[in-house]
DNA sequence: CCAGATTATTCCTGTGTGGAATAGATGCTA
DNA sequence: TAGCATCTATTCCACACAGGAATAATCTGG
């Protein structure tokens, strides 16, 4: 016995008052629709309309199950209406453009949780830690370290790039830990180019103080699996966000030094372009991995000021 | 298929998060939940959940669904509440009193149709022209007409007894109908004695100016039907609430005189004792019959004021 | 007072739900 | 890494039950 559809019965019941032209409506007998009503008192436990061949009147039980019957159609319907737009407009693909490092080691293993939640979407990673042009390339949904430029994109913050000095411990056992910043420009350094060379490194000191160093070492790249590589393999040291680094932390493959010193860390963004009607897919996308990274100690903003 | 049920088991898959635990819950087997997931996911028509042997999760359909079902059922456990209430203690006797043409004229025919809306409460209407004390008499409910006086009693005013001065077509034949109040005194006027005997009658012109006359006559009664009767025959002039001759007036054995002068309305009341939880028994009597006397011209509060 | 319409009831048939068992899959543990 | 334990999907079958047709009983309105 379906008490959805003997609610329903019972609504339109109530609304004709008549069982037989609820039967003719509803393409089934008049035998039915009786039956059902039934069916429905009986489930509830009390008398809902007293019948009089000709007409009904309800009781004040009925009075008060109508009022609630349809209150529960109507949210019913709505649902219904809900899940058919989320089924029918957060499908179809996604095309999401992020650095590599962070494609590699921050999407890809949280992907197999979000196709979880979102069956019919499809994503089209694309990593690279050059820049990358929205329109350009067609791209849906980007992530962006640091500060951003293009102000025709909307944007969101969902993080920050904790940064850090890194070395591999071989090559702190070759060429020794060092203590103070000033040690820094006698080390290799390994420089990051991304969109410009980074070969000035700033800290700030417990006591507030900002300290900028001006490195140089023999091994630059565009790359930051590149860097992580050279960095694991005792090329020298790395000034970057520890995401780069990623289980080689845990492993113990690379060291934070300097820990003194906090490097100021950068604005993780998610943009995307802005539609007249906002997106469900985008916004299911930004919105997964805005909330994961909420929880995630690696990303997640810290309470302390950012630079 | 019971789609309540279904909602019911995808309510407690979603809150247990396992198949084989709601089975036991709700004594039933593994294979019966499975397909009851499954159904309300056709239903539905977007899957609810993603399934790995081990665990599942939401989609984001499933997220949205999962809440309206939360909302339904709760409001449905609600109405299931509310009619419970309602069968239980909107039921057994109500002790109603009430003036004697009032009743018959006014309750005894409404009383089919309120029973339609409370089948399990049983009237005992006591009729009485003159003073009944709630409490000794242990009613339940009174009528009253004109004002009040008990003021341990919840008073609520339902309408107004609308007055007129009335004669039966062959004594005004006999007598000649009076166009003016101050020939009244020449006419033989029966007068009701229910708490004091009223002899005198209370007018106000078309220009709002009041008008007393005293009045006299060889029949005085403290019984509406007796002076309804009275009347009738042709023995004299009445002034009374127009409902106390109901029919007559429509059948035309009684006719109205004197119209243009306006007889002030007494209030009508309905009075019950005060409880310190109001009884569902004795307000659904005083909601239904308000309700239906505010849509009965002949009781109705006219917008025009009374007296 | 009759005619038309409406609801309750009975009997029967066909669908479909749920149970038991099996297969397939996955995560945990040693 | 392999095996075990547990979970879900699926298949098959039997029984229950919902719905249709027809009839009886009841009521309304002209």
């Known amino acids: 016995m379906d008490r959805m559809r003997l609610m329903e019965t019972f609504v339109r019941v109530v609304e004709t008052g008549n069982f037989s032209a609820v039967a003719r409506e509803a393409h089934t007998t008049q035998s039915a629709v009786s039956k059902q009503v039934q069916a429905l008192e009986k489930l509830v436990g009390a008398p809902l309309l007293v019948?009089?061949?000709?007409?009904h009147s309800l009781t004040e039980a009925g009075q008060l199950y109508y009022e609630r019957c349809r209150q529960v159609l109507d949210t019913l319907e709505e649902a219904q209406l809900e899940v058919h737009r989320a089924e029918h407009e957060i499908s179809g693909v996604l095309r999401v453009a992020a650095p590599v490092a962070f494609g590699r080691l921050h999407i890809v293993p949280r992907l197999a949780s979000f196709y979880a939640r979102h069956p019919k979407i499809k994503v089209h990673l694309q990593l690279d830690d050059g820049f990358v042009d929205l329109v350009a390339a067609g791209i849906d949904v980007a992530f962006r370290v640091g500060e951003l430029k293009d102000s025709r994109l909307v944007a969101r913050r969902i993080g920050s790039a904790h940064r850090a000095t890194l070395a591999s411990p071989a090559y702190l056992e070759r060429h020794g830990e060092p203590q103070h910043l000033d040690e820094l420009p006698r080390h290799n350094c390994i420089i990051y180019t991304g969109l410009t060379a980074i070969n000035e490194w700033s800290y700030r000191d417990s006591a507030g103080l900002s300290h900028v160093v001006r490195v140089d070492g023999n091994f630059q790249s565009n790359s930051s699996e590149a860097i992580r590589q050279a960095v694991?393999?005792?090329?020298?040291?790395?000034?970057?966000?520890?995401?780069?680094?990623?289980?080689?932390?845990?492993?113990g493959r690379v060291k934070p030094i300097l820990t003194r010193y906090r490097a100021p860390s950068l604005p993780l963004n998610v943009v995307f372009q802005p539609a007249r009607?906002?997106?469900?897919?985008?916004?299911?996308?930004?919105?997964?991995?805005?909330e994961a990274f909420s929880r995630d100690p690696d990303i997640a903003q810290m309470l302390t000021a950012d630079a």
């Open 51 to 55: 019948r009089s061949s000709r007409s």
């Open 232 to 251: 694991c393999e005792g090329l020298g040291i790395s000034y970057s966000p520890i995401w780069v680094f990623g289980d080689d932390l845990r492993a």
């Open 277 to 290: 009607r906002p997106s469900l897919k985008v916004n299911s996308f930004v919105n997964y991995f805005s």
